[in-house]
T-cell receptor
Framework: KAGVTQTPRYLIKTRGQQVTLSCSPI?????VSWYQQTPGQGLQFLFE???????NKGNFPGRFSGRQFSNSRSEMNVSTLELGDSALYLC???????????FGPGTRLLVL | AQSVTQPDIHITVSEGASLELRCNYS??????LFWYVQSPGQGLQLLLK??????LVQGIKGFEAEFKRSQSSFNLRKPSVHWSDAAEYFC????????????FGGGTRLMVKP
């Protein structure tokens, strides 16, 4: 089975712009979660989608949003980018609510 | 709020030596616990997980971990470290009703001396 894929792998944006990141889960997986990883804050949960519905949300401002499509692919969007949004954004997928999550390689976002 | 603590930010061991990485969690309910490893510039790879049952769990790459409820700990061990084990290790916690929301520890960076 192919693993979790994330596109793009690297991205450079400037402050004030918006960005959309994409995640394709493992085939058959219906849950997709997003995490932000920074040197200062570590790994922090952003949100989880299951069957196109947001099931959990972390403590991030409303500039961070996401969605999931009927094929389980997910996108996250960050509007009005700030320098502090520079991070590795990781996507993880799992089959049901109580299973192991498998992570993708991440998208590294640099905001200038 | 629940938290996961990895007390050691950096650990250096000699190749062939044994390894123990510490992890403590603060939440009292029966947890789901995980150890992940991250190589530079990569995503997270699952090493092992504890859901219930036997408190000593075996994982990939020769790693094992022991769940100790009385100590709220889930320490990761390996009897003999290889140079390729150099990476960052993350302990993670998930509650019963948390969907797939993982709470991660701060990570431990392992360096291996030849």
């Amino acid at each position: 089975k192919a693993g979790v894929t994330q596109t793009p792998r690297y991205l450079i944006k400037t402050r004030g712009q918006q960005v959309t990141l994409s995640c394709s889960p493992i085939s058959g997986h219906r849950s997709v979660s997003w995490y932000q990883q920074t040197p200062g804050q570590g790994l922090q949960f952003l949100f989880e989608y299951f069957s196109e519905t947001q099931r959990n949300k972390g403590n991030f401002p409303g500039r961070f949003s996401g969605r999931q499509f009927s094929n389980s692919r997910s996108e996250m969007n960050v509007s009005t980018l700030e320098l502090g949004d520079s991070a590795l954004y990781l996507c993880a997928s799992s089959g049901t609510s109580a299973e192991t999550q498998y992570f993708g390689p991440g998208t590294r976002l640099l905001v200038l | 709020a629940q938290s996961v603590t990895q007390p050691d930010i950096h650990i250096t061991v000699s190749e062939g030596a044994s390894l123990e990485l510490r992890c403590n969690y603060s939440y009292g309910a029966t947890p789901y616990l995980f150890w992940y490893v991250q190589s530079p510039g990569q995503g997270l790879q699952l090493l092992l997980k504890y859901f219930s049952g036997d408190t000593l769990v075996q994982g990939i790459k020769g790693f094992e971990a022991e769940f100790k409820r009385s100590q709220s700990s889930f320490n990761l061990r390996k009897p003999s470290v290889h140079w390729s084990d150099a990476a960052e290790y993350f302990c993670a916690w998930r509650g019963n009703n948390a969907g797939n929301m993982l709470t991660f520890g701060g990570g431990t960076r392992l360096m291996v001396k030849p």
